[in-house]
């Protein structure tokens, strides 16, 4: 497999903190550079050293902090290079931005604005559950027999069906969505998941985003699939902070799907619980398998029965229930 190097250029108060969030992005591994590192060598060492090859100081001394990751030259790598552009943008637009510094992004071989199109080369349609077929929208190629096309063009938003988080969510949400549901779908990206569930049914979805594009490509995406746009509703922002736009949802849905990361997922646990109707299904993804524990016993605290887990490559999705 070919990999990609990306590193991102931080600042020291921020080191950690990005290692946390690319972690539950699912890298495994970083190198980090930071400065202060040869001080605290130079400070902590043993016996005396008498020579410094030329250069050697300068070198380990300057420049910002930075994290090198790598990223797979697959879909799963592309899907992952979306969510840590997405995630930088946030970052640089959050109350905190000066922790993280400048979040410049280099990738060695692949100029950053290059993605947009790169990663297209790794987008194929998909079979996902019994009855989904996945297809991107520049793709003409017949649709099997007893297949219903979901017709994806994610933009610069995540959710193509090619990494697992998304693919496993789809699945669960087959086996839940009943005819004529009520969907809410958080964090919807692309839209594929509420888009998914009115091909498989669903009346009405409701979906938001705290970016503006993804809201945008999920309203797009909808329509490319011949879903009436009276009856699938995107927003823009985020419903943790905003009470008003978190109330305009209502409540009663049958279904409720989020694929983000651990923490936000922990953090909306009481939403969750507030816009799901009685015996009404939950379903979460976007767990890397090590905070799987987690998530779940903050579900239980709350209420939520869990019903079904699923795991596919560090990636794990749960149905629960009301």
């Known amino acids: 497999m070919n990999w990609t190097e990306v590193t991102i250029e931080t600042a020291k108060p921020g080191l950690d903190l990005l290692c946390a969030m690319l972690t539950d992005l699912g890298f495994k591994g970083f190198s980090i550079y930071d400065p202060d590192d040869f001080d605290e060598l130079m400070a902590g060492r043993v016996g005396h050293w008498d020579y410094l090859e030329e250069g050697l100081q300068e070198q380990l001394t300057s420049g910002a902090p930075r994290i ?3 990223v797979p030259e697959n879909a799963q790598g592309a899907e992952q290079m979306t969510e840590v552009r997405s995630l930088l943008d946030r970052l640089r637009k959050s109350a905190d931005a000066e922790l993280y510094g400048t979040l410049k992004l280099e990738s060695k071989g692949i100029r950053e604005e290059d993605w947009a199109n790169n990663w297209k080369q790794y987008f194929r349609p998909l079979p ?3 009855r989904l077929w996945i297809t991107p929208t520049w793709v003409d190629e017949p649709i099997p027999a007893g297949r219903t096309a979901l017709r ?10 090619q990494h ?3 693919r496993l969510c789809l699945g669960l949400l087959e086996t839940c969505v009943k005819q004529g549901a009520k969907v809410l779908d958080i964090g919807c990206g692309s839209g594929i998941l ?3 569930a009115m091909l498989l049914g669903a009346d009405e979805a409701y979906a938001i985003d705290i970016e503006q594009n993804a809201a945008e490509a999920a309203a797009e995406n909808a329509e490319r699939n011949h ?3 009276e009856r699938y509703h995107t927003e823009c922002g985020n419903i943790l902070e905003d009470e008003a736009l978190a109330a305009h949802f209502g409540t009663r849905y049958d279904v409720v799907c989020a694929n983000i990361v651990a923490d936000i997922l922990i953090a909306m646990r009481n939403l969750f619980v507030h816009y799901l109707a009685d015996g009404a299904s939950l379903l979460l993804s976007g767990i890397i398998d090590e905070r799987l524990d987690e998530v779940l016993d903050a579900m239980n605290g709350v209420g939520l029965k869990t019903e079904r887990i699923e795991q596919s490559a560090g990636w794990a999705a749960v149905l629960m229930k009301k």
């Open 227 to 229: 879903v009436p746009a």
């Open 68 to 70: 090198t990751v790598y």
């Open 194 to 196: 509420s888009i998914g």
């Open 164 to 166: 697992d988080t998304t």
């Open 152 to 161: 994806i063009d994610p933009g610069s938003s995540f959710g193509t069906g």
């Open 128 to 130: 996902v559950g019994e």
